[in-house]
């Protein structure tokens, strides 16, 4: 285990860092127009973060102990048609809609 000492150092200095992070946009950039290239780069963090958190939880899924489930599969499916026409949220919530389906109807065969 670690030292109670180290333990709040080292999460003093993270939420620090943390804090220092985010100031930066919120309150360097809060009240100015940002520039235009900023913007449209900025546009694409979400279209980039999305499949990074979602990939490995639909390849290596810790449920099955890495093994590849169908219902996952085609929750990824319905997510990336629904997000390719209509958004992220709907990518989300086609998704979770049809990776609870696939599970309940997979559970019941």
């Known amino acids: 285990m670690i030292e109670p ?3 709040w ?12 992070i985010r100031f930066s946009f919120l309150g360097f950039f809060g009240r100015r ?8 780069h900025l546009k694409y ?9 979602v990939t490995p939880l639909v390849l290596w899924p810790q ?3 890495g093994a590849l489930d169908p219902a996952r599969l085609m929750a990824a499916a319905a997510a990336i048609v629904a997000g390719m026409r209509h958004g992220i949220i709907a990518a ?6 049809t990776l609870y389906l696939a599970q309940f109807l997979l559970s019941a065969i």
């Open 5 to 7: 000492s180290a333990f």
């Open 9 to 20: 150092t080292v999460t003093i200095l993270l939420g620090a860092g943390t804090f220092l």
């Open 33 to 40: 127009q940002l520039p235009a290239w900023l913007l449209l």
């Open 45 to 53: 963090v979400a279209v980039a973060v999305f499949p990074a958190l």
């Open 63 to 65: 449920a099955t102990e």
């Open 92 to 97: 989300i919530v086609a998704g979770m809609g």
